[in-house]
């Protein structure tokens, strides 16, 4: 074939068997062109299809999520403590406003108050982007005329809504930015608050815009259950308050009080000073919840576990007498080292009852030595010291309780009246209730009830026994030891005329970084009422009282004042609260539907479907047919939404009109200073990039109008480009 | 001789006719969604409508040209040819700006595309020279340069415009014509490694061409020009293919087409008919094309006359050349470049023309025996002798 390269000259070859075998050859490299594109078919449509098929999934669908609503939270008698509402923030491009600063900035503080010159100020900057008002009430938002204000730009985000603010702050807790919990019952409960998110797949075409399509996979949102608290909000007020007057009046660095109900274990106020805003956290430290997670050395109010024990291993009686050393008493430890024990009352021949009401140290100690180590932990255990009570808060510890083979010398009388012993202020709570309750230890708990968006019961807690920590009758016999503390003890400040209390003071000193702080104490009351049949629990304690540092002088008042305003029933909160706000709320009527796509219908074919869908409808321009809708097919809104119709016959562009520019796929910032730059106002709903746009590209509307956005995050649309 | 008179080849007419009613179908589904979006036209018919019309056209131009008799274009070839290069200098002064290419002149409403008149005008022009020179082709200086003037002159002055893919292609035309016409290898490999540094030039000479040669051999990440505007379309006709898979998504299913795959209807239509008709559709398109080659190289074997043989020839080839060459690029194996799809794709006078060329052929074939019984020698027949019509079947 190839010998015609080397016919130089030669002479005539017939010109026939020339073309056919050149005409064979062409067709030859055709042919195999041909099958090279083939093969290279094959490839992209066989073998490597389904990535393709993968690649462009990507880039028509778009998940676009239907976020559930978090569950609300109550107290226990339905007061909404926490719901969800939406805020709204303004910003400005000054380079857009720059004209108009005065006219914003006046507009602005007439609404909020603060000073024009804060306004202008941002307004007159030389950034390109201001934020004017961030989080502001919708309806102080509604009072900003955003249409005649160029170049302001109004936007909403959701917002979790604590309506007491510092109410119940760490218990509570609070969400991230994801709207994620991450403290207190937020945390706790993030599963059940959270609810399942939803989505809808939107077909979308290559200019990032919904396509008109008939179906669509969808998945409805599932919103998140709400929580019944066992916390009473009106003894919760009561048990801030008074909190914060006591340690205003003791100049203490903290404070805490629990309230529960010693037959169930319901915890009904858990307050810690000092407080924390959750709707406006200062400090994540603020957030946390001493009752739970701060580990003290208990003092005198440990007592009751020795005198539990004492009494049910039968060492002692009520009224067996004890020499009181007149205060100080030298316990010969090994190795002839001394060690005194002091109390602070100086007594001679006490009975077992007198040791307790005037918390003589030197008698517990002695009484130890009777009870032994392992009787005196074992007691210590069953009241649940040591362990975690359970209760359905985060970071809960354990406090410390050594076994008696880890125990010095001295362990044993010290945790005879409450040192060398880690405690919750909880675990306190609960033994005193355990007392209250005949002996018996009650789990305490915090949430009454889970409820589904539909309002049936999903869980209901019941109170749950822990164990029999000590006998009835010894348990009675405590309780009348508490009552003496209060009728001739160290806890007389507390007597009241109307109710008898039992309860017992204790002052620790504070131990701080491997030693014991001088002038530093945690002074601590912890008592119950009536005493005859105790409905509640109260433990107050306070940390570095200055003015009085015993739990007699610091924290006694305070659990007064709560139990006084408790008993006189005059617990009204008083209403430093915060109005609530206009909540999102997830009712029936108002559930959301994707609207149809009505474009190219007659206007009576538009407005049928759109009101089968349950919507309602404005109607713009002449004409036959629908040309342009708004919010436009396959966006996602409320039930009974106006959609606007535009009708095919456009009206001319006339002077003073101005053309909308397309801002689809474009960042929030880009689209608003495009808009800007046509003399267009802008409203954006949603952060991220443009979706959709009001009235869309191309609408002659007049200068100055108003577009809307809306906008998804970046993420959703980072897959459009693949 | 007397030429017998023979059915038109039946075959290339049914699979031609066959790529016209489909080109409806598929320009339709392509072109619906970026009619609709465009601010001009906002009905999804739009573009389809004016592609009917054309199709019409070209269906007329076809049937009148199978119904003339080839041999009378011979003494008009020249004259024709002349005609084109005018308009191509014409254009080059007063055209219209299409694409940043001044590829298109306007004429009371019809845009008239000169590089598609000129490129058939040069086929037709070079089966006369090549008919009548006969073995003087061998001759470098007589046969031979003469014929490579006309096609160097069209080349350079359509790559001028410029449109540097059409000139290319015309440039392959004419040198496989000469080619097959009997010019000696040496002749036509020499002329074209002259050509090779003159083509260098052109490239370095416009930025937008080296970044695609740059882009495609992988050398150049252009993010804002033509490169990554070519690769973004390449890669959306690629997906194209791939989301077709073996059955396609179906007629009119195509997603592509919705302003992800820029020209989903012009030039990069190959894709939609592989994503819409699977693999099955594109090899179908491709053997098609084949049959179309086959069939045409046929006709050339066994033409009356030489002048019937190398326009056969000519006419062949091109179509099948534009096939394929559009196949390569919109399956990334070329640079992309502005290839149509012949009968397929969306445009104007391309459709026409094409239609008109086929009208041609099947004249030829109408004067052909394809299937000679008793030898094969070559029917020699004189254009004097018996003007003969072709039939419409």
Redesign the interface.
Known sequence: MWNFFHKKNEVIVPELKDYTHRLLWVKVIFIFVFIGAAVRLVQIQILDASKYQDIAKKQYEVRVPLHAQRGNIYDRNGNLLVSNSQFVSFSANPKFSGQYARKIAERFSKITGKPIKEYLEKLQSSKRYVVLEKAMRPDEAEKIPVDSLVGVVKSNEPVRLYHYNERLGQVLGTINAEYVGVSGIEQQFDKELRGVDGYVVLQKDGKNRARPSTDYPREDPVNGNSLELTIDLTYQSIAEEELKRGIQRTQAEAGLVVILQPQTGEILALANYPPVNLNEIKSVDLLRNRVVSDMYEPGSVFKIVTASAALQNNVTTLDKKFYAENGSYKVQLAGNKMRTISDTHPMKDITFMEAMAYSSNIVMAKVSNLIGPENLYNEARNFGFGMTTGIELPAEINGQLKKPVEWSGTTLNTIAYGYEVGVTPLQIAAAYAAIANDGMLMKPYIVKREIDPLGNEVFVHEPTKIRRVTSRETAQQVKTMLESVVEFGTGGVVKLPTVTIAGKTGTSRKYVDGKYESGSYNASFVGFFPAEKPELVCLVMTEKPKVGYTGAVASAPIFKAITERIINNNGLIAKTVTTPLQETTNKEDKSIEVVPDICGRTVNDAVRILQQHGFQTKIYGKGDEVMRQYPAAESIVERGTYINIMMDEETPLLAGMQKVPDVHGMSVRRASNNLAANHLGVTIIGSGVVVNQFPGSGTAVKVGARVTIMCEPKALTAAQLY | MASRKNHIDRMILIVVLFLLVSSIVVVYSASS?WAL?N?HIRSAAGLVNKHIVKVLIGFVVMFFAINIDYRKYKPLTLWVLLGAVVLLIVTRIAGSEAKGAVRWISTGGVNLQPSEVAKFALIFHLATLLSSK??KL?DFKKGFVPLLFWVGLVVVLVMIQPNFSTGAIICVLGM?MI????AR??HVLLSLSALLPALVVYMISAPYRMKRILSYIGFANDDSGIAAKDNYQLL?G?????????FGVGMGMS??R????PESYGDFIFSIV?EEY??IG??LF?LI??LI??RG?RI??YAPDDFG?FLA?GIT?TI?LYA?AN??VT?G?VPTTGVPMPFVSYGGTAIISSCYAIGVLLNISSQTDLHPRISEQ?AVVSVEQEPAVGRVY
């Open positions: 969604s979006n601010p006969g073995t061998q496989l080619f097959i016409g009997g290898l040496k959306q690629i997906i194209g293919f791939g989301n077709g898979g073996i997603k592509q919705d302003l992800f795959l592989g699977g693999i594109t090899v491709l094309f084949l080659l086959s190289l050339a074997k043989k020839i080839t099948v394929l196949t390569l399956l194996l070559p």
